[in-house]
Antibody, heavy 113, light 106 residues
């Protein structure tokens, strides 16, 4: 069964860092563009970042550019999101998605002092 | 690119024909997708390339449009269709979502 499982969420203070992971199984990970999408509590969806199948191309939302870094390890079928200089407004459920047609269940990040 | 969905909220009944509109601030060709999200769940892709039905999605869902105006239509609303619907443009980076349209039971 195709599955994406996010991990690494938690509670962190403003200005600190966190790294999210997304493990893929039964999924052609190495051939897929991978995305991070987030949803703040009670709010709509916000696209965050994408990485091409070979990792050579990366694009970011303006709200996270310069603070977040998307990466992947095709040998481990794993996607990452390194989040630095976190802000209260980064509080959200973070989803990974493959080609935007396969989604994980999300991991919650709370940025609070 | 900004996407504006209308209506902002829709009160409707089982069996109704439902149409949701998504307008882009600039032309995006047919690079638009529609997602359904139920409370506490991840979004699910319904339609991509404006009008192509994702595998496994019921045929009562359809999409149309190009350029700056797009529509999602549900031909006969079923109980399991009460959810929030989002459009997404994937024409250029950064991708952007519409604000969402929740369907409520009238």
């Amino acid at each position: 069964q195709v599955q994406l499982v996010e991990s690494g969420g938690g509670v962190v203070q403003p200005g600190r860092s966190l790294r999210l992971s997304c493990a893929a199984s039964a999924f052609t990970f190495s051939n897929s563009g991978m995305h991070w999408v987030r949803q703040a509590p009670g709010q709509g969806l916000e696209w965050v970042a994408v990485i091409s199948s070979d990792g050579s191309h990366k694009y970011y939302a303006d709200s996270v550019k310069g603070r977040f870094t998307i990466s992947r390890d095709n040998s481990r079928n794993t996607l990452y999101l390194q989040m630095n200089s976190l802000r209260v407004e980064d509080t959200a459920v973070y989803y990974c998605a493959g080609n935007l047609d396969v989604w994980g269940k999300g991991t919650t990040v709370t940025v609070s002092s | 690119i900004q996407l504006t969905q209308s209506p902002s909220i829709l009160s409707t009944s089982v069996g109704d024909r439902v149409t949701i509109t998504c307008r882009a601030s600039q032309g995006i060709s047919s690079s638009l997708a529609w997602f359904q999200q139920k409370p506490g769940k991840a979004p699910e892709l319904l339609i991509y390339a404006a009008s192509t039905l994702q595998s496994g999605v019921p045929s009562r869902f359809s999409g149309s449009g190009s350029g700056t105006e797009f529509t999602l239509t549900i031909s006969s609303l079923q109980p399991e269709d009460f959810a929030t619907y989002y459009c997404l443009q994937n024409n250029s980076y950064p991708f952007t979502f519409g604000q969402g349209t929740p369907l409520e039971i009238k």
